[in-house]
């Protein structure tokens, strides 16, 4: 069965980076798209970022435009959220999410736990 | 605010019909497909409907989805206590290149 496992979250100060990651299995990985939603605890669902399946195109949301970086590593069925220059509003559940093959579409068909990120001095 | 609008709340007592609503512009709902996620508190969301309509196997055919132009709604009938939680509607938006969520209707089973 689908599986998407985050890791990497924690308390920061403002200015500093972290690295998420996510490790999937169950299925191809290298096939499906996949993208980074993130949730202000008691607050909606964000999307942040996505990355085709064979990695070369990227979209992101604006406000984390030139400071995080969405990347994966087929070798490592793994997915990557490079976050620099953190803000308090960054402060969110990061979850990892399977897209779709193909297109691209709003379909997250599997997601993660959720690893949670506080920006705060 | 979100780029699709969905109202904060909804409630209805067990075995009711309700429908939560869901409209956007002609950049996302109108020219995309319609994608429905229900959210438990404390867990992550859970795909409820793709595609406008769909339900991935195992979600109750209680729960249906509809798409006309640029607004969409998903209906749950014959509601229960465990139908209880966050909806949100989604749909990827041509103009921003990325998909966009409703800001999620919080259902309450009186």
């Known amino acids: 069965q689908v599986q998407l496992v985050e890791s990497g979250g924690g308390v920061v100060q403002p200015g500093t980076s972290l690295r998420l990651s996510c490790v999937a299995s169950g299925f191809t990985f290298s096939s499906f798209s996949m993208h980074w939603v993130r949730q202000v605890p008691g607050k909606g669902l964000e999307w942040v970022a996505l990355v085709s399946g064979d990695g070369t195109i990227k979209y992101y949301t604006e406000s984390v435009k030139g400071r995080f970086t969405i990347s994966r590593d087929e070798s490592r069925n793994t997915l990557y959220l490079q976050m620099n220059s953190l803000r308090p509003e960054d402060t969110a559940f990061y979850y990892c999410?399977?897209?779709?093959?193909?297109?691209?579409?709003?379909?997250?068909?599997?997601w993660g736990q959720g690893t949670l990120v506080t920006v705060s001095s | 605010q979100s780029a699709l609008t969905q109202p904060p709340s909804a409630s209805g007592t067990p075995g009711q019909s309700v429908t939560i609503s869901c409209s956007g512009s002609?950049?996302?709902?109108?020219?995309?497909?319609l994608y429905w996620y229900q959210q438990f508190p404390g867990t992550a969301p859970k795909l409820l409907i793709y595609?406008?309509?769909q339900r991935p196997s195992g979600v109750p055919d209680r729960f249906s989805g509809s798409k006309s132009d640029t607004s969409a709604s998903l209906a749950i009938s014959g509601l229960r206590s465990e139908d209880e939680a966050d909806y949100y509607c989604?749909?990827?938006?041509?103009?921003?290149?990325?998909?966009?969520f409703g800001g999620g209707t919080k259902l309450t089973v009186l």
């Open positions: 989604a749909a990827w938006d041509d103009s921003l290149s990325g998909p966009v």
């Open positions: 999410a399977k897209g779709r093959s193909g297109s691209y579409a709003a379909l997250f068909e599997y």
């Open positions: 595609r406008n309509n």
């Open positions: 002609s950049s996302n709902i109108g020219g995309n497909y």
